[in-house]
């Protein structure tokens, strides 16, 4: 008799979608979904909202989130205080957009391009579950703020690049997206001052957060991989459109950054806007347009990611 060999019991690599909750207005919440299952690591976790079922049964595209905190801290659910409460989704959802939050390791957690490679792991289960969630993942646009924001270039700028893709969670090729939307986001890392908290939030944080985040998020790369973090080394003709929002009072990540990136995709041909918000500050602190700011992003993404 010839034995059976059995599957070890690892655990799985991800899982499926969560039950939704019903909201009133008949849209759908999966929270908590384990898009990678990574060992040694904390799960890596998304929420997605998908708007009420079109009674013309078309299928909302998606959005992808990706959260700031200097690549040391935030998940899925922060959002910059600038907000109000369940602002981006609500307007997103209004447009019939679908929309993702992902939670990605922290640079004290795992070097460079393991934040990369999570979003990116993220966007293969989204695609892998779409039809039983009901979006459209052919329309995929990517948003996200500070170190969200570099990375939400990453993501547009990487399809393609296989050594970037990472393999947890669902193995597969490279998700194209059809727009990037990008708040005050590094684009050229040699040429930024060091990211220093502002005195009046440094006197109440913790010791890890004093660390300089960029030095700490390619701590011990190899030259070619830290290449791969600049977004403007990597624009190329064939990137989706970008939509690039900076306050001209930024004390961290200065409004140049987004200027270097304007100029680099329009030399290369790629559609882009570039908005400078008059002395708005990181998070578009002292902005008194930030409601103008949103409607402006969701307005960018739902024309090109359309009606399915």
Known sequence: MTATAEKPPFPPAFLPPTEPVIRPDGSRHHAGISYANIPGYRPLQLDLWVPAPDPGGRTPGLVLWTHG??????????????????????????????????DYRHASEAQFPAQLTDAKAALRWLRHFGTDLGVDTSRIGVWGESAGGHLTSLIALTCGRPELEGRHGIAGPSIPVVAAVVWY???????????????????????????????????????????????????????????LLHGTADRLVPSSQSELLDDALQEVGVPVELVLVDGADHIFLGADNVDELVARSVTFLADRLGQG
């Open 185 to 243: 986001g590094v684009a050229a890392l040699d040429s930024m001052p060091p990211l220093a908290m502002p005195p009046e939030a440094a006197a109440f944080a913790p010791p890890e957060l004093l660390q300089e985040p960029i030095k700490v998020l390619l701590d011990g790369v190899d030259e070619a991989t830290r290449v791969t973090a600049d977004p403007i080394s990597l624009v190329h003709a064939g990137a989706p459109p970008f939509l």
């Open 69 to 102: 905190g200097g690549w040391m801290m935030g998940d899925r659910r922060y959002f910059p205080p600038t907000l109000r409460p369940n602002q981006l989704f609500e307007e997103l959802l209004a447009a019939g957009l679908a929309v993702a939050t992902i």
